[in-house]
């Protein structure tokens, strides 16, 4: 009988914990993705008691950011290779980027209660338009992570420029809507500032797409992209 040595031991106990890791930040990804589609819905049904249950789910996200942290660096103890390395970064940065999108998709939800003392606006459609885009950036990017799938990455990085599109073209039409009539003011403020929550959340979703990168090739310079809309003045969002 093959006797297994201690290191083949250590080795697939660091696999498998390593799998595990991916699991559980893939599993925290998918809950701040929840959150952020919710917090749309809640928008659209300017529900307020809906609203303050996603705020108040926010610190389960919180927790498994620290819990994961906590894993990582147990892990970190144990890798020996600059590929391990890499996954040790990733699994630190990965987390804190999704902790980011649970906080930003609270802040949808939390204005939404803001925006429910005002008359229901048109522009709803196209917040949720710019919400969904986003939503969809982060699980493609989370999908990336967990296949080790660097082409997707890459897809999810150069989508980014239609998500700033979407939001400067909202940006631009809210300004609009604020200048035609002052009582627009107020809701188009909380507008404005959903919809750059929502675009920050397109970046975060690309910084994961590029951790995933850094993750697969190390320093290799990432391929060129389009360059991004930065034709809008966003200081009041």
Request: aromatic share 4%; proline share 4%; hydrophobic share 40%.
């Amino acid at each position: 009988m093959t006797m297994t040595q201690p290191h083949e031991h250590i080795v697939k106990s660091y696999d498998e914990e390593q799998r595990h890791l991916i699991e559980e930040i893939v599993r925290m990804g998918l809950t701040a993705v929840a959150q952020l589609e919710a917090a749309l819905d809640v928008v659209d049904r300017r529900d307020d008691s809906a609203a303050r249950r996603i705020v108040a789910n926010d610190e389960s996200i919180d927790a498994a950011e620290r819990r994961i942290s906590h894993d990582v660096m147990l892990l970190a103890l144990r890798g020996p290779m600059a590929r391990d390395l890499r996954e040790i970064l990733a699994g630190l940065r990965i987390p804190a980027d999704i902790e980011r999108i649970g906080d930003y998709a609270a802040n949808v939800a939390k204005r939404s209660i803001a925006l429910n003392a005002s008359p229901p606006m048109p522009h709803i459609t196209g917040l949720r338009a710019l919400g969904l885009l986003a939503a969809g950036q982060v699980r493609q990017a989370l999908r990336a992570y967990k296949e080790g799938d660097g082409e997707l990455a890459l897809q999810v990085r150069d989508s980014d420029a239609q998500l700033d599109r979407q939001y400067t073209a909202l940006f631009r039409e809210l300004l609009t809507y604020m200048m035609e009539d002052p009582r627009n003011i107020t809701p188009c403020t909380h507008l404005l500032f959903m919809a750059k929550n929502l675009e920050r959340i397109g970046d975060h979703a690309t910084n994961i797409a590029e951790n995933v990168w850094f993750l697969l090739h190390g320093e290799e310079e990432l391929p060129p992209r389009d360059k991004r809309d930065d034709t809008s003045t966003t200081g009041a969002a």
